[in-house]
């Protein structure tokens, strides 16, 4: 029993993460169900579930690794159109919908991965202001060579080139990427069931790194560089460790995303993109993973619900984010949670107390 009651207060705050998912998850699919929301809700759901994971696989990199990237947008690009071209590909082959979904996310997650690995050789040797400048410069690459393939299927397989003209489909074959255009006629795919899961999935990894013997070398690295190489630790394998990790669970949340419209296009995993996902990290606060979901839920949610409010929509998004910056980072509002978390505390240990009594 001892051991059961340690192992709730070491991992309160992961146990409290997943239940906020849980019952979110829980309340919105019985609200789905019972026909209570509009289409415009339902149809926020997935992409919701895909910005959550790439602001908590975000998190990974700047919060806890404590590095600026600004190209998670390039390699959430690389995991859609990854995603999407699996999914077309074993179209005829694999008759579940779910099934074809679950081997998108993860090749989608892979190709991201290898090209975390491809951009974080040469970036990860940098860092402040360079890191940021390269992040951005290769996120801006990666999504102006997608949009310059041309992929293609036919009885022969996979085609891939760089022009219309030189793509050369045999009979009944399919374009499946136009450059510019990006996928048009796609299959969707994912639910908000897949979402849910991805979400988990994504807890269940960066939680479990945060808590581990490479998480607690990777804040090492944060707080102290010179320290931590006097002490052994690979500082450049450890950043590459998470950088690879939020790479992948990018790649995984852009092939959810991609698999959700019937039409997608390389320009919408530019620098705005990136900016936004990193926007829902400052807010929901560096480190906090928790923050991150909450964050992603509402700031994606806020302007789709003032649509109706026109030209004044994005100033009033902008008033917003620079009240909620206000609000979290006053040293007043910081003093007064740690009161009331400080007589929280007190109260259960009381409590604790008298039950032992």
């Known amino acids: 029993m001892n051991k059961i009651k340690q192992y709730f207060k070491t991992h309160s705050y992961n146990i409290a993460t997943y239940g906020i998912v849980i019952i979110a998850y829980v309340v919105m699919q019985y609200l789905s169900n019972a026909d209570m929301l509009s289409r415009s809700v339902n149809g926020y759901l997935v992409p919701i579930c895909a910005y959550i994971v790439l602001a908590v696989s975000l998190n990974l990199v700047v919060g806890i690794s404590g590095e600026l990237s600004l190209g998670h947008a390039g390699f959430m690009g690389v995991g859609a159109f990854a995603g999407i071209v699996t999914a077309a590909c074993l179209q005829g082959v694999v008759d579940s919908d779910f099934g074809r979904l679950m081997a998108a996310l993860l090749v989608g997650g892979v190709v991201a991965g290898i090209a975390g690995v491809i951009v974080g050789v040469p970036v990860l040797r940098l860092r402040g202001d360079y890191l940021a400048i390269v992040t951005l410069a290769f996120g801006e690459i990666l999504k102006n060579i997608i949009g310059n393939l041309y992929i293609g299927k036919d009885e022969t397989g996979i085609r891939v080139a760089l022009s219309q003209a030189e793509l050369h489909l045999g009979a009944g074959g399919k374009v499946i990427l136009s450059g510019a255009l990006g996928a048009t006629g796609v299959q969707k795919l994912s639910t908000f069931f897949a979402g849910f899961l991805l979400i988990l999935f994504t807890l269940f990894v960066v939680l479990n790194l945060i808590n581990s013997k490479e998480g607690r070398a990777i804040k090492a690295v944060r707080d102290n560089r010179i320290a931590a190489e006097s002490v052994g630790i690979n500082v450049t394998a450890f950043r590459m460790k998470a950088f690879v990790v939020s790479a992948f669970l990018a790649g995984m949340a852009g092939a959810l995303y991609g698999l959700n419209y019937s039409a997608v296009s390389a320009s919408k995993f530019g620098f705005n993109t990136s900016i936004d996902i990193l926007v829902f990290v400052v807010l929901g606060g560096m480190g906090n993973i928790l923050g991150s979901v909450i964050s ?42 740690s009161v009331v978390t400080a007589k929280l505390g007190g109260i259960f240990k009381k409590k604790e107390v008298g039950t032992n009594e």
């Open 296 to 337: 992603a839920t509402v700031l994606y949610v806020l302007p789709e619900a003032m649509r109706g409010l026109a030209d004044y929509r994005m100033i009033l998004y902008a008033v917003v984010l620079i009240l909620v910056m206000l609000f979290t980072w006053s040293p007043k509002v910081k003093e007064i949670m």
